[in-house]
């Protein structure tokens, strides 16, 4: 079974920047890529984009683009998600789930909460 | 605006079964068979229930089962239990190779 562990929360300022991370298991890294889900308050789910594992080929959802940023580090099996020019909109709670836009998220991680307030 | 179609709310009496509608287009849900099912209490990360339309993941309860007819995907959950309220999303895959989620459905046991 996947292991996945999110760093912890944050707060930032409108049009600062925050990044995320995921450590994931290598068999992650390898096979299923690392995709990138938000939920903001009162709000339903929300895909982000995906990492693919092997390449590091992304794909973003089309509201994300320009502002949205996912690597991985495969020497520490850990993913990142980069997101800049924050608004109050982008307060949520993130979570990284393993799997691409198949959408076999089987696991997910703890979540980080995302405060954006000035 | 969610590009899935989900109910608000459903509701049902302990032991009954209810269905949760997905309704998408052609170029998701319809094109693909690439639908999956989460459950999600508050303050707990999703649950995977079914993906690929019907298929189980590994440790999940068959209560809940899925299907596909055109484009709308529905969700069953029989026998229906206390600890089943909770919001229930719909995903499903999409041609530009990205996945849409539905609004979410709020599940309530009467």
């Known amino acids: 079974q996947v292991h996945l562990v999110q760093s912890g929360a944050e707060v930032k300022k409108p049009g600062a920047s925050v990044r995320v991370s995921c450590k994931a298991s290598?068999?992650?890294?390898?096979?299923?890529?690392i995709s990138w889900v938000r939920q903001a308050p009162g709000q339903g789910l929300e895909w982000m984009g995906w990492?693919?594992?092997?390449?590091?080929?992304?794909n973003y959802a089309q509201k994300f683009q320009g502002r949205v940023t996912m690597t991985t580090d495969t020497s520490t099996t850990t993913a990142y998600m980069e997101l800049r020019s924050l608004t109050s909109d982008d307060t949520a709670m993130y979570y990284c789930a393993d799997g691409g836009p198949r959408g076999l998220f089987a696991d997910w991680g703890q979540g980080t909460l995302v405060t954006v307030s000035s | 605006q969610s590009v899935l179609t989900q109910p608000a709310s459903v509701s049902g009496s302990p032991g009954q079964s209810i269905t949760i509608s997905c309704t998408g287009g052609s170029s998701d849900v319809g094109g693909y068979n690439y639908v999956s099912w989460f459950q999600h209490h508050p303050g707990k990360a999703p649950k995977l229930l079914v993906y690929d339309v019907s298929e189980w993941p590994s440790g999940a309860s068959n209560r809940f089962s899925g299907s596909k007819s055109g484009n709308t995907a529905s969700l069953t959950i029989s026998g229906l239990q206390a600890e089943d309220e909770a919001d229930y999303y719909c995903s499903s895959f999409r041609g530009d190779y990205t996945l849409v989620f539905g609004g979410g459905t709020k599940v309530t046991v009467l």
């Open positions: 990492i693919s594992g092997p390449i590091g080929n992304t």
């Open positions: 290598a068999y992650t890294f390898t096979t299923s890529g």
